[in-house]
């Protein structure tokens, strides 16, 4: 019995966690999707100056950096 | 976790930032010097020499060509990252507690402190990118908070839309920022417990504020509403979100000492605290610390984070690899479904 209850509390917390990741992971995909359509009705790049850094830097490897 | 100290403070870290790249990080602490680090190796890059007083606060554009920093000489300075030089400094009434440029660069806000006679304000000036240009000394927006408590904490939300403040009593505010009007106030942390950092997600759509009440919480930008929870067991002074694809938030708080009552079961708690940002549960933790950690923050890239301790020093750990591949059995199933 006791083995009965432990398993179907586990399955309500797999349950609910999977609950909350569809809802996390449609929550970011409408967000994500209304701040490119903002920022294209601004004129502007898909993604933000600062997120563009991370690209660059991606792109450009080591050693673009004036040392002091 | 291979740890790397930054040795070189004299007094406990206030904030610490990483550039856009992720290849510098940036400390500011009581000591009155702003430093810049190799986030690789903890080899110090360069130090900004001005300021006469503690530090509370240093933020970096997104091109690293500009350093802001504030503190108790109540001025806010902006410096040149690779030289060194300083650009410009604003002057203030009171200190600058907070400090934060807006996500393209171009706007700098600044948080004053309240104190008899003189109300929080936060101030924006607009930003000049280029380094050998003259920078305005006039505000183009000032918010004096009148009627809301202190303001601890402000940044700019995602296209510069709002000004987020968090204050001395747990809440959080939502401005216009063009207008400078409030269009939103939530009491999302407990009542007179102090909202002690707000950091945002990479694309500034949602944030985390840590508190004294012993949780950070994610909001959303557009609604404020309180998205997640995450409980610890020690007042909070910091909360960071790391970026995609990893799902984790990191804590980190801790009490001196001297306010430690000789009942509670572990003295301090000084250690950095992982959640899963999706599922609200802790993780994992990363001791080091002989100090309350005074600001923990994740590196743009994902592949490392460092904490500012009470105890003057900096801690950079690089991830190792099974940080990056631990998985829920349910986010696993996802990955499956989505064909990854």
Known sequence: LDQAKKSSANKAVVEYRRQQLEEWLAWRERVEAELVEERQELGLEEISEERAALLVADEGGEGQKVVE | ?340
């Open chain 2, 1 to 340: 976790m291979r740890p790397i100290l930054l040795s070189g403070h004299e007094r406990a870290l206030t904030q610490v930032k990483f550039s856009k790249e992720g290849d510098l990080i940036f400390s500011v602490s009581k000591d009155h010097i702003p430093s810049a680090w190799y986030s690789a190796n903890g080899e110090r890059f360069g130090a900004y020499k001005g300021h006469q007083g503690a530090l509370w606060t240093v933020d970096v554009d997104p091109t690293t060509t500009l350093l802001a920093t504030g503190g108790a000489d109540n001025t806010m300075r902006l410096w040149e990252v690779k030289t060194g030089r300083e650009l410009k400094k604003w002057e203030f009434p009171t200190s600058i507690r907070r400090c934060e440029f807006s996500e393209d660069g171009r706007q700098l806000l600044g948080v004053t402190e309240k104190r008899t006679g003189q109300l929080s304000n936060v101030v924006v000036y607009d930003i000049n990118p280029d380094p050998d240009a003259e920078q305005t000394d006039e505000e183009s927006l000032r918010i004096v908070v009148e009627e809301l408590p202190r303001v601890t904490v402000a940044g700019f939300s995602s296209l510069g839309r709002y000004i987020i403040t968090g204050h001395d009593n747990g809440s959080v505010a939502q401005w216009d920022a063009k207008t400078g009007e409030l269009l939103n106030e939530v009491y999302s942390h407990e009542d007179g417990m102090s909202v002690t950092d707000l950091q945002w997600s990479a694309d500034r759509t949602y944030f985390i504020t840590a508190s004294k009440d012993k949780t950070a919480k994610l909001h959303d930008t557009q609604t404020l509403e309180v998205l997640k929870t995450y409980v610890a067991d020690t007042p909070l002074n910091s909360a960071a979100i790391c970026p995609s694809p990893t799902e984790y938030v990191i804590l980190g708080g801790g009490q001196a000492a001297m306010d430690v009552t000789t009942t509670s079961a572990r003295q301090g708690k000084f250690e950095a605290r992982f959640y899963h940002k999706i599922f609200e549960e802790e993780i994992g933790r990363v001791r080091g610390h002989f100090g309350p950690l005074n600001y923990v923050a994740v590196s743009p890239d994902g592949k490392c984070y460092c904490s500012g301790g009470e105890d003057g020093y900096v801690r950079v750990h690089h991830f190792d690899p099974p940080y990056f591949d631990f998985k829920y059995e349910v986010e696993k199933e996802k990955q499956r479904e989505l064909g990854f």
